[in-house]
């Protein structure tokens, strides 16, 4: 009786020292590929913790809004500016709601092609005037407020911003829909006055007395004047 | 062989974290809350289902109908006022940028805008906002002292007092319930409605700086004074006024309309605040 206590003791210590040799030899002998499976694990926790953050509207919008500042306050000619923020406001905005928006009900009656050189010519327009008055150095100063919720799939953003040769500030609200491509800007307020309701009030008439013929005419006009950088 | 499962791995949370990505758009932490039940104005934590649209319900808004009676007549008054701006109103402001520089021109711009006190002090007192009116002594105050007679703009570094909005007799008459009534183009003063015109009757005659025009005792010096100061004040605020025209201008397809629709947004937005 008293001989089995050390004896199971001992047992027992060689059977653990046996296992922990056993998995010690074969942590090292897999160490690499260990490393690498680790090294996946952290990146597949990164992807998850990445898809249950669903993208802020208004983080994005920001981080957008930096990235066309950074390129459009970098002293190049108003049509050199249009080409390089060109891809970057298509990235952001929605023209074809912009454009179905400022045309109103009306673009129902539009042949899908119409839509199309509408749609087109309204972007470049609005592409144009933007780089028009961004040309320069000096980048405005911009704080953001707090998100407005107002629909599930729309919300909008607050900004003030101040010119660099103002201490005024002004406020631009962006407004911004949450489409199956994700969340794009469909709208711009400046001092409470809407971008596209603005555009819908000139082309109500041109839409109901001429169609897309009359919009698509006006616009190449409007396209053909010259327009003058920081007027 | 070792890397083979780990790198089996890798492929598939790439390819699993994508899909999730581009096929299942997201509620946005700061956004959509419960359909319908928001009301706007109040931001939301609130995760909810992805909520997508294809943005009909906004393209098909009806265009607002505008209360314009006299269109022609204020059409041909836009006109004159296009010419105005730029024949005469332009060239003075131009001349006026090249002589004073930025920094002294925003201090003039500040300077007139402290002395507006009056008017907008009246009229949130008018309009029963006593918290905004004590916003309005306390702006006063602190651009009149620490601003240097109202040269610089202190209040906006004060958070209590950055932000005030700015009140005129239109939008009082507007809070008392009257309608704008008829858009008005008018000679030099430019767009306005029958209740913002009359405000701005009631705002002239509120700043005592206009009472050289009103009353008849004042002295030939008083005058003079009165007229250099109202010059001035033109002069100083001549180049954003003729900016903001311009660049409208320039991206309108129809400037009519378009001046038209910015004006009355902006003051159906100013009556909300």
Known sequence: MTNSKPFKRDAISQYLNA???????????????LAVAVVNLSFVICRLSF?????????????????VLSIAYSGQSSETLADRVRPLLEKDFSFELVTRQAIGPGWRQFAAGDQQKVTDLFSRLVIRIYAARVVGTQKPTITYGKTVTLTPDRCEVPTRVTAPNSDK??????????????????????????????????????????????????????????????? | MNYLIPTLLLVLTCVSGFADETNQPTPPRRGPAAAGKTKPGKSSQKTTKPATSSGDELANEPVEKVNDPWERLNHTTFRFNDSLTIHAVKPIARGYEHIVPQGVRNSLSNFFDNLDFPIRFGNNVLQGRFVRSGQEVGKFV?????????LFRVSDHVSSLADVPA???????????????????????????????????????????????????????????????????????????????????????????????????????????
């Open chain 2, 167 to 273: 009140e005129d007799f239109g939008l009082t008459l507007g809070r008392w319930g009257f309608s704008s009534g008829p858009y008005l183009v008018i000679p030099l003063l430019g767009p306005t409605t029958v209740r913002d015109l009359t405000g701005y009757a009631g705002d002239f005659a509120l700043n005592p700086l206009n009472w050289y025009l009103i009353f008849t005792n004042y002295g030939l010096i008083s005058r003079a004074v009165g007229y250099s100061v109202s010059a001035s004040r033109f002069v100083v605020r001549s180049p954003g006024s003729v900016r903001t025209y311009e660049q409208m201008k320039e991206a309108a397809v129809d400037p009519y309309i378009a001046v038209r629709n910015a004006y009355l947004s902006h003051r159906a937005a100013q009556l909300e605040k």
């Open chain 2, 142 to 150: 602190v651009n009149t002292t620490a601003g240097i007679g109202g």
């Open chain 1, 51 to 67: 898809a249950a953050s669903p993208p802020d509207p208004a983080s994005q919008l920001r981080s957008e809004i930096d990235q």
């Open chain 1, 169 to 231: 500030p002004y406020a631009v609200v962006y407004r911004l829909i949450n489409l199956p491509s994700g969340w794009r800007i469909y709208d711009v307020l400046i001092e409470g006055v809407s971008f596209v309701a603005n555009y819908r009030a000139q082309f109500d008439d041109l839409v109901r007395r001429g169609g897309a013929a009359a919009v698509i005419k006006t616009l190449e006009a409007k396209l053909a004047e010259p327009i003058n950088p920081n007027s």
């Open chain 1, 19 to 33: 296992l922990i040799g056993e998995f010690g030899n074969r942590i090292y002998q897999y160490r690499r590929s």
